[in-house]
T-cell receptor, first 117, second 110 residues
Framework: DAGVTQSPTHLIKTRGQQVTLRCSPK?????VSWYQQALGQGPQFIFQ???????QRGNFPDRFSGHQFPNYSSELNVNALLLGDSALYLC????????????????FGPGTRLTVL | QKEVEQNSGPLSVPEGAIASLNCTYS??????FFWYRQYSGKSPELIMF????GDKEDGRFTAQLNKASQYVSLLIRDSQPSDSATYLC??????????FGKGTRLHILP
């Protein structure tokens, strides 16, 4: 049973550049959430995708955008990178129907470490 | 602003003792609560979730929820050095947005 996978594992960019991070959910899951985790902090919710649409969004600027494909995989795009965007970006997958019974278990991928110079 | 609060630690506990980790949350609409373990440089790993008042036990781990006090805790019995990690508390309501605390660093002393 394949778990959540993310690519790349590490990435170095310079200010002003754009980056695309990728995520494949756990087998059988249909919902993907993205989080940003700065050093020493808990993960901060960026947005969630279900049925190829953004369903929820956290307090992040429009520079952060995403996409979900028919196979449930997802991309996170960040434009005009700032030094403060350096963080571990985590993707988590879940099964939408479990939300109805308030379990909402999310399983995290290994993350992408983004460094902005 | 919906928040989840945790003591950042470090919490030092002798091997074999009980480690007690605590968390409070501000959103009374929160319905599900999660404990994740995160080793340095790794992604969070789900340990337990709880959504009913009271205790939930799984092996050496017991999660406790008190919705009236907006308080969640995690007890780790017979603590092992491999339990040394950062423990993240998280809360979710029906909109599926999960709010994480900053985590508590736990150090098990051999």
């Amino acid at each position: 049973d394949a778990g959540v996978t993310q690519s790349p594992t590490h990435l170095i960019k310079t200010r002003g550049q754009q980056v695309t991070l990728r995520c494949s959910p756990k087998s059988g899951h249909d919902t993907v959430s993205w989080y940003q985790q700065a050093l020493g902090q808990g993960p901060q919710f960026i947005f969630q995708y279900y049925e190829e649409e953004e369903r929820q969004r956290g307090n992040f600027p429009d520079r952060f955008s995403g996409h979900q494909f028919p196979n449930y995989s997802s991309e996170l795009n960040v434009n005009a990178l700032l030094l403060g965007d350096s963080a571990l970006y985590l993707c988590a997958s879940s099964l939408a129907e479990t939300s109805a019974i308030v379990n909402n278990e999310q399983f995290f991928g290994p993350g992408t470490r983004l460094t902005v110079l | 602003q919906k928040e989840v609060e945790q003591n950042s630690g470090p919490l030092s506990v002798p091997e074999g003792a009980i480690a007690s980790l605590n968390c409070t949350y501000s959103d009374r609409g929160s319905q599900s609560f999660f404990w994740y373990r995160q080793y340095s440089g790794k992604s969070p790993e789900l340990i337990m979730f709880i959504y009913s008042n009271g205790d939930k036990e799984d092996g050496r781990f017991t999660a406790q929820l008190n919705k009236a006090s907006q308080y969640v805790s995690l007890l780790i019995r017979d603590s092992q050095p491999s339990d040394s990690a950062t423990y993240l508390c998280a809360a979710s309501n029906r909109d599926d947005k999960i709010i994480f605390g900053k985590g508590t660093r736990l150090h098990i002393l051999p």
